[in-house]
Structures are given as C-alpha cells and as structure tokens.
C-alpha cells in the first residue's frame, strides 16, 4: 500500500484516490447555520464558548473530572458526565475543480472503548456508470479496519490500516472521520465564537464556530487517538482546522463539522467531514477480526 501525503503537492489526486487504500477513488474526476438567538443574549462570551467545546471533547473522550449530572446552562456538561455510546452518521464532502463528491456513512461508536462499526456508501463513479458496494468500517485506536474493499481483496477479508502511520492520522483516508479523532480536535481549539441557538433534528442546540490546531490537540489527546493526531499534525500543510460545533443543553456534542484543505500545483482541493451523534446509549458491540481474516497481499488501486 502506498502512502500518499497530504502535503504540497500531492494535490487533488492524493485525496480523491483516499491516501492509502483508495476508498475515495470514486472521486478521481473531481481533479479534472447561523442560529437563531444572540451570544448576548443567551451570555456566552469568548472563554465560556472555548470551555464549552473544550468540555463537550473531553466528555466524549471520557476524561471529564469531578462528579455530577447537570449541565452549567450554556457552558458545557458538567463534570463526571460522560457521552458512552452513541448512533453515528457521516458525510465528506471533496470539492475541487467545480466538482463535488459525496461519501456518507452510518453506523455507531462507543467513546468509552473508541470502537465502532460504520457502513460505508461510496457515489458513483465520476462518469455515472459504476456502483459500489457498501464498505463496512470498523474504528478501533490506532486501527481502521475495511470489508468489501474491493480491487482484488477477498470478499472474505478484511483490510487493516495502521492510522499512527497516515499521514492524515485517518482524518479524512476512510472516508469518515473517525468520531473520537472529530472530537479530539476539539480539543486544540484556540479561538470559538458562539453563533446562537438552533434546532438540530429536533433538539435544541448551541452552535459555536472556531478553529482548531491539530498540534495542539494531539498533544491534549487521550492514548487512543494521540497517535494518529501526532501523523495529522505532521502531514497536513496547514495545522489550523475550521470547525462547527453544535452541542445540546446537556453539554454533548451533537454534530460536528471540520474543513480540511490542501493545497497543489492544481486547483485547491476541500475535504469537509461531518458527523452526527444522537440516540447515546444505544447498544454497541465491534468484535475486531481475527489475524487470519486480515488480507496481506498487495490492493489496487481502482
């Protein structure tokens, strides 16, 4: 497997043919909310809106300290809460050159353990004419894990990519943004503005704006997805990512959204990776693949 790096250079290509195994390949011809309410008003001002997204990350990452249940109104869960287990929906989106395309996911994650279990569906092809298989993904720290990758692995088998060695860290060469890694960015955010209250599938939220700097937020990070932020804040070309965060009145994050660009010779290349979280608690069960299931042999490129 080739690893192609997101640095100056490798361009549009790198990201539509998905870094490492060409899960975004389906993509190769694309080289070719504000709220309702005001900050004022609800009394968010600049560090309680950063200690908001600080909270909900570490809450998801389960290293909240202290004890509680109770949302502080308009800051962040309170300390001791913790996210557990959640039902998880992806979209990234690549735009370059005019094109747009669209890879969404769905599944669900547990922040206790960082595993989960995502159903990947790619777009066609950019002439329209090949449908894909769904790819099943399974998220583990430091490991991501892809049946039905196609392009000469067995049906049977499953592809495992080391994510410590990515030059992404698995930010955007799934396909999906892994859900801790998405939080764990949060943790590197350094200036959050609050844009208002929303309605979010049918849940009030708190929407924030604001960047956050991966080097930062590997060095915050928990063991799990440490490794992976360090690949990150290493092989992108720029180490300040744009955010959307939109959080609920207990303080959990409910939908996150990050803008990755990287710049070529060729037309600048956007990734914008989005997730939603609802129905925490639910049951989650990822049994990883055993050593003999794994594919060895050499992947294809579509």
């Not at 399974?138 to 990515?166: E, F, I, Q, S």
């Not at 956050?212 to 440490?226: D, K, N, T, V, W």
Request: charged residues 20%; hydrophobic residues 40%.
């Amino acid at each position: 497997m080739v690893v192609r790096q997101h640095r100056s250079g490798s361009g549009a290509r790198a990201v539509c043919a998905l870094a490492v195994v060409g899960v975004m390949a389906t993509a190769a011809g694309c080289s070719g909310g504000g709220g309702d309410g005001s900050a004022a008003a609800d009394g968010q001002g600049g560090a309680e809106a950063l200690d908001a997204v600080h909270r909900a990350a570490a809450v998801l990452a389960g290293t909240a300290s202290g004890t509680g249940t109770t949302a502080v109104a308009g800051v962040g869960p309170a300390p001791g809460t913790t996210a557990g287990t959640a039902e998880v929906r992806t979209a990234m989106e690549t735009a370059a050159g005019g094109t747009r395309v669209t890879i969404r996911g769905r599944g669900s994650y547990d922040f206790r353990s960082g595993r989960g279990r995502l159903t990947v569906v790619l777009p066609k092809d950019a002439a329209g004419e090949d449908e894909h298989r769904p790819i099943t993904e399974l998220l583990a720290p430091g490991a991501l894990y892809m049946r039905n990758r196609g392009a000469g692995v067995p049906a049977d088998k499953w592809v495992r990519v080391d994510t410590t060695t990515l030059a992404d860290g698995n930010l955007v060469t799934g396909g999906v943004t892994d859900p801790m890694a998405a939080a764990e960015l949060l943790r590197g955010a350094r200036r959050v503005t609050y844009a208002g209250r929303t309605v979010l599938a049918g849940v009030p939220v708190r929407h924030y704006r604001g960047t956050a700097e991966i080097g930062l937020a590997a060095r915050g990070a928990g063991p799990g997805s440490r490794g992976a932020l360090t690949a990150a804040a290493k092989g992108f070309r720029t180490d300040t990512v744009p955010f959307d965060a939109y959080l609920d009145d207990q303080g959990r994050l409910r939908k996150v959204r990050h803008r990755f660009s990287f710049a070529n010779e060729g037309p600048p290349v956007e990734v914008v990776s989005t997730i939603l979280l609802f129905g925490f608690g639910v049951p989650v069960s990822v049994r990883l693949p055993d050593g003999r299931d794994i594919y060895t042999g050499r992947i294809r490129q579509r």
